[in-house]
């Protein structure tokens, strides 16, 4: 046997009996401080980590829908900080994707009333809350599968909601996103095992969407399903309390100079967090 025929075979035994960890390098997250914001609502900044290594770090809200209400807000675009003001919400981040006109392209639903396309084939999952009435069968929020749990919004008995795609992670821990190379700011809704809704927004870094999945399922946030929307400058998180003020990723604040960027960073559509 020649010798380069013998290193090969030994690179394969090497190799072959690693670990996937060991040549994958996947993202981690160091442990989470959380400050507490309000009753049920907390938040966290933790350092992602790529082989031991901080490559960025991620915003984390945990959200108990028992303690705070939702409201998604629609209409003509403008900052963030502005929907904050308007609002006077805790808590404000981007909703799904939209039209150049801003009008959504899935569905969504803001104080009842539905607005974009019910019937989109390319939504996987919906982000709703604020069941109408009181039912104890019913979550305050949640996240529907679309593929399944297909919605005709007439029949929805939440009065809030958002359609977004992908599914990042659905409830049997699958990561619903194939791999790619593209690389963006995002940011991510998710339930958590205890019935928390969790917001998750790239504070710095860019990572690919499978990436994060894959980071979210492996986590300490016991992540049960987690819904992808709207990304690149769009991925936008505001929180403003009496004595903590906080924007994700900070960069885009500093970048509205000019009429034309502050167009770029507009949200038709937001997601706002209320203590009840």
């Known amino acids: 046997m020649s010798t380069g025929i013998i290193r090969l075979w030994c690179l394969v035994l090497i190799f072959g009996s690693l670990p996937l960890t060991a040549v994958a390098e996947e993202l981690t997250h160091s442990s989470p401080e959380w400050r507490n ?8 900044l933790v350092d992602v980590l790529r ?10 809200v945990k959200i108990d829908p028992g303690a705070n209400a939702f409201r998604v807000s629609h209409h003509t675009p403008q900052q963030i900080t502005d929907w904050q003001k308007e609002l006077k ?6 909703a799904s994707y939209y039209s150049p006109g801003g009008r959504p392209v899935g569905l969504i639903i803001s104080d009842g009333k539905a607005v974009g396309p019910p019937n989109n084939s390319r939504m996987r999952g919906m982000f709703v809350a604020e069941p109408k009435g009181v039912s104890p069968d019913l979550p305050r ?3 529907l599968d679309l593929a399944a749990t297909p919605t005709q919004p007439q029949k929805l008995p939440w009065t ?6 992908p599914l990042l992670l659905d409830s049997q821990e699958r990561i619903r996103v194939l791999k790619t190379d593209k690389v963006a700011h995002r940011t991510v809704i998710a339930t958590d ?10 504070h710095s870094g860019s990572f690919t969407l499978y990436e994060l999945a894959r ?4 986590s300490a946030f016991e992540v049960d399903v987690a819904l992808n929307l709207d990304g690149g400058t769009e991925a936008q998180l505001y929180i403003k309390t009496k004595d903590f003020e906080f924007f994700s990723p900070p960069r885009w604040e500093t970048k509205l100079g000019s009429l034309l960027d502050l167009k770029l960073f507009e949200l038709p559509t937001v997601v706002a967090v209320f203590p009840r």
Do not use: P
């Not at 914001?37 to 966290?44: E, I, K, S, Y």
């Not at 919400?89 to 981007?94: I, L």
């Not at 980071?215 to 492996?218: E, G, K, N, T």
């Open 215 to 218: 980071l979210l399922r492996d």
């Open 160 to 165: 809030q909601g958002v359609q977004s795609f």
């Open 37 to 44: 914001l309000g009753r049920g609502l907390n938040f966290a």
């Open 141 to 143: 929020a949640t996240i």
């Open 89 to 94: 919400a805790t808590v404000v981040f981007n």
């Open 193 to 202: 095992r205890s019935g928390n809704i969790l917001v998750f927004n790239t």
């Open 51 to 60: 082989d031991e290594e901080a490559v960025g770090d991620l915003a984390v």
